[in-house]
């Protein structure tokens, strides 16, 4: 795969599934919190105040699967697909840790 030929490959696939699936952020949001819902007593378990599933999980949940299903057998597709959630789960959670991290540098910082 070259990496230019690849770059093409996840963009077009993700303005293809945007188009037809709606915003890939917003479903897999969606997906966390359903997923929350039916696994509520594994989550909750022993565990106060859980916020239940971050969505950058479920993306990486679903690698996962396609990672699995490329084991078994090729399909560059499962690979296209695999690399696409890694992408967006990157982009997901980026924030959410460089936010933190701000925030423990400002924290630190006032004691």
Given at each position: ?111
């Amino acid at each position: 795969m070259a990496k230019n030929n690849l770059n093409k490959r996840l963009a077009d696939l993700s303005k293809d599934r945007e188009l037809i699936y709606g915003s890939f952020h917003s479903n897999m949001k969606k997906i966390a919190k359903v997923w929350s819902v039916i696994l509520d007593k594994e989550l909750t378990t022993g565990v106060p105040l859980n916020p239940g599933i971050p969505s950058y999980k479920v993306a990486l949940c679903y690698a996962a699967a396609k990672i699995i299903r490329a084991s078994n057998s090729y399909k560059e597709d499962s690979y296209d697909d695999a690399l696409a959630y890694l992408v967006q789960a990157n982009d997901m959670q980026k924030p959410i840790t460089e936010n933190w991290i701000e925030g423990y540098k400002k924290w630190k910082s006032k004691k």
